[in-house]
């Protein structure tokens, strides 16, 4: 697994509450157990006007120009409910997301995105809606800084923001270690 010491990064602003692993990954759209193959259609129902022709809908966050590097994403409360489905973790990874900002998360969710990488982050209301106007600004790119051994989130050289990890999850992500 790939360590996680730093990111910088812009970050998707999907400002929505209980987004479910259904939602991120539909069942329709796993079509095996492998861990790769599943971008495409993480949030297919959102992303596409049309989900069997796979046409775009440009109006969707992920769509925008704007967001097609971004490796963080910010959202709302119980990002990740739902079902147990590791493969919603899996889509995120190979899409490119690296770290995730929100009010809460489904547990289980919580947990695979350790398991699997990505670093999964508890804010609070407020910082996270000052996250999502700073991500949807038009007129400049604002990028966040993670430093996870300090645990710290800086906007672009501004502020810095604490956050909360367990300590085994902290050191297993540094590492790049899985549970095994």
Not at 6 to 25: E, F, G, M
Not at 129 to 144: C, G, M, P, R, T
Request: hydrophobic share 45%; proline share 4%; charged share 25%.
């Amino acid at each position: 697994m790939e360590k996680f010491i730093s990111l910088k990064s812009i970050a998707i602003p999907l400002l929505r509450s209980n987004i479910d692993t259904d939602a991120i990954i539909p069942s329709r759209e796993i079509k095996g157990i492998s861990k790769t193959g599943l971008a495409d259609g993480m949030f297919a129902n959102w992303r596409y006007k049309n989900v069997e022709k796979r046409e775009v809908d440009p109006e969707f966050v992920f769509n925008q120009k704007k967001f097609i590097n971004a490796k963080i994403l910010i959202s709302g409360i119980n990002f990740g409910c739902g079902s147990s489905r590791e493969h919603a973790v899996w889509a995120l990874k190979e899409w490119g997301i690296r770290s995730i900002f929100a009010i809460s998360f489904g547990s289980i969710f919580y947990s695979n995105c350790i398991r699997n990488g990505i670093l999964p982050i508890v804010l609070d209301k407020d910082i996270i809606e000052k996250f999502i106007i700073l991500a949807e600004d038009k007129e400049s790119v604002v990028n966040f800084n993670i430093n996870l051994p300090m645990k710290i989130i800086e906007t672009s050289g501004q502020n810095k923001y604490s956050f909360d990890l367990l300590p085994s999850y902290k050191e297993m992500l540094i590492q790049g270690l899985d549970p095994i």
